[in-house]
């Protein structure tokens, strides 16, 4: 009797083997469960990470852009006051520094623009040096850098007069002027709406009107001295 009773307790019943199962089976897939919403968390935030750089970058970009906008004359007539800064409602083109990733501190043609197809499009600096190429009818290559991918709108408003004597409002186009505007405001949508909302940006050039340019009391618009 003691021979039979120790073989029985020192194996397992069919029941016990069941139960052992069932609990190694839930264990799994807790554990499994966690990993998996471990690394989804881990995905997000990654994600988030990235967005988050992606923003402090192209906002960069543009804050530089246009608090370092150059007032240069769009052409070599002395009797055209036009300054090279054309603002449209969806594109903005002016003369300033390009970032220090590209060529730091050499003034360039600059764009900003959408390109590809809708909605999920991507915003693209366009540049080109500021200087005559050899054949000189001709400009210098333009060259494209994509700033940022999955962009479904972008909006660029000016404040300022566009007329002496006018209240300064925000444009939606500023082109053809003798001055530049005293604030740009850019507004971008992203085209995946699990990445966060960006804030509007809005900058100020730091100088608005060229030096070479003297206020004519008679006309009430600029007189080039070169």
Known sequence: MNGLRDRDEAGFTLLELLIALTLVGLLSTLVFGGVRLASRA????????????DQWSVEHVLRHAITAAYPGFASRDR???????????????????????????????????LTGDKPAQRLVL???????????????????VVLLDRVRALGFAYFGALEPGQAPVWQHRW????????????????????????????A???VTVNSACRFDPLTAECRRTQ
């Open 175 to 202: 082109a053809e002027q003798s001055t530049l505007p005293q604030l740009v405001r850019v507004h971008l949508e992203r085209s995946d709406p699990a990445l966060p909302v960006w804030p509007d940006l809005i």
């Open 126 to 144: 366009a540049w080109r040096l500021d200087l005559p190429a050899a054949d000189a009818e001709t400009d210098l290559p333009e060259q494209e």
């Open 79 to 113: 009797h055209d006051p036009t300054l090279a800064f054309n603002g449209e409602a969806q594109s903005l083109a002016l003369l300033a520094p390009l970032p220090w990733a590209l060529a730091a501190g050499v003034i360039a043609r600059m764009r900003f623009y």
């Open 42 to 53: 881990w995905e997000k935030s990654d994600t988030r990470a990235e967005d988050a750089a």
């Open 204 to 206: 100020a050039p730091q």
